[in-house]
T-cell receptor, first 109, second 112 residues
């Protein structure tokens, strides 16, 4: 089976940098993705790592290390609107999409 | 926005009654998923589909069944609703397993 663990909550101030970690146990997967969900809304896609290393998309970056069974989402220049829940997800080789436990990010002024 | 709609958006039903939630897509994506979201549990996979009439169970499938008779529709049925099935249900679609998934706006189901 698959198991993806994330911290339940992270707090930071505006303008800061925050890293949200994702550790996983899975027998094999195509890639690691990240989703953002604001309260009352639906999850939306942020990034995808097919290969090890860093992927950058504006203020957000995502990292994957398969050898360490670990990935993270890095958010820079935090804004109040970044307050949301963030989920990592994997696509295992049995054709489904499995999500982590989610991290609630609280950004304060 | 990706063409994915869920219906109904809200429903209150009584324990023991059958309930069907519908997910409809206009993107012709191969993969479709049903998740439930509860506080402290994130998004848990109920069932998924990788093609017409091709479905499989997720981690919390007990008490749920699904059907996909055509590409665009994925139905989730609670044969006999229980209070533990009170939740927010999300449908998602995905073209391939290495592409982004798009989510519907969710269905808030309350079983009383």
């Amino acid at each position: 089976g698959q198991s993806l663990e994330q911290p339940s909550e992270v707090t930071a101030v505006e303008g800061a940098i925050v890293q949200i970690n994702c550790t996983y146990q899975t027998s094999g997967f195509y890639g690691l993705s990240w989703y953002q969900q604001h309260d009352g809304g639906a999850p939306t896609f942020l990034s995808y790592n097919a290969l090890d290393g860093l992927e950058e998309t504006g203020r957000f970056s995502s990292f994957l290390s398969r050898s360490d069974s670990y990935g993270y989402l890095l958010l820079q220049e935090l804004q109040m609107k970044d307050s949301a829940s963030y989920f990592c997800a994997v696509s295992p080789r049995d054709q489904k999409l499995v999500f982590g436990t989610g991290t609630r990010l609280l950004v304060s002024p | 926005d990706a063409g994915i709609t869920q219906s109904p958006r809200h429903k209150v039903t009584e324990t023991g009654t059958p309930v069907t939630l519908r997910c409809h897509q206009t993107e012709n994506h191969r993969y479709m998923y049903w998740y439930r979201q509860d506080p402290g549990h994130g998004l848990r996979l109920i069932h998924y589909s990788y093609g017409v009439k091709d479905t499989d169970k997720g981690e919390v499938s007990d008490g749920y069944s699904v059907s996909r008779s055509k590409t665009e529709d994925f139905l989730l049925t609670l044969e006999s609703a229980t209070s533990s099935q009170t939740s927010v249900y999300f449908c998602a679609i995905q073209r391939d397993t290495n592409t982004e998934a798009f989510f519907g706006q969710g269905t808030r189901l309350t079983v009383v």
